[in-house]
């Protein structure tokens, strides 16, 4: 079955263009041209990727992102004029899953899309009905049981620990800063301590990388946070 492919873009032109391009790869597609709008589409319509303007009227990009990572961990794809490095940190910091500056090569958004939808359909292809077994590459977690394997070897780890992993498992590709990392795992509103996270990631990686100096699971994206690798995602 065809993937579902929401557009967010304002530039009729462009939105046009995208549509075309991603019909003729066999995808469906959805568009609208302001946040509002958009988010209405999402809440009513099953959609698996998201290619999202930042620049919009009534409700820019960055405020869509925000509502979108509230309800789902669906990819979305920025593309945006605003090419600066910031502005990148800014979207990715927020959870977008890639980012692709105007213009652009259609060759190139497919390329990307193609391989955004392979990576999130064969990750919830590779969670049971119960939702309790996730397997991202030799990482092993159960979430009825709270045990962890690498390869076949079990490891023991703390329950913050843990939740910190299933965050990670839960959303593979997606960029963390370390007040997100917080407030999901700690369920309090803001960071007043960026080193509780910090520590805690260090103690991870001791215990699952076999080189923590070198994380192949939890990656460093500097400036922004944290993710899981992509050797992992693959």
């Known amino acids: ?3 579902n492919i929401l557009i967010i873009e304002d530039d009729l032109e462009i939105q046009e263009l995208i549509v075309t391009c991603l019909n ?3 995808y469906r597609t959805l568009s609208s041209s302001n946040g509002a709008e ?3 589409q999402l809440v009513k319509n099953s ?6 303007d930042l620049m ?3 409700m820019d990009g960055y405020e869509v992102l925000r509502r979108i990572r509230e309800i789902s961990s669906i990819p979305v794809l920025i593309l945006s004029a605003k090419g600066e490095e910031m502005d990148k940190m800014l979207g990715l910091g927020l959870g977008a899953d890639d980012y692709v500056t105007k213009p652009f090569g259609l060759g190139e958004l ?3 899309v193609r391989a955004m939808l ?3 359909l064969q990750f919830n292809n590779s969670i049971s009905l119960t939702s309790s077994m996730i397997k991202r590459g030799d990482l092993t977690l159960n ?3 709270y045990e962890v394997f690498v390869g076949p070897s079990k490891v023991e780890l703390t329950a913050k620990e843990f939740d910190i992993l299933t965050l990670f498992m839960t959303y593979p590709s997606r960029v963390f800063t370390k007040s997100q990392i917080y407030q999901a795992v700690w369920k309090e509103d803001c960071l007043t301590d960026e080193n509780t996270v910090m520590v805690h990631i260090r103690r991870l990686r001791k215990k699952i990388e076999a080189d923590p100096s070198h994380p192949r699971y939890i990656q460093t994206v500097w400036g922004i946070g944290y993710k899981l690798g992509e050797a992992v995602n693959e």
Do not use: D, F
């Open 1 to 3: 079955m065809a993937a």
């Open 118 to 120: 392979r990576r999130y």
């Open 56 to 58: 919009m009227p009534k």
């Open 143 to 145: 979430k009825q049981t």
């Open 24 to 26: 003729k790869e066999g």
């Open 38 to 40: 958009a988010l209405e």
């Open 110 to 112: 497919t390329a990307r």
């Open 47 to 52: 959609v698996e990727l998201v290619i999202l």
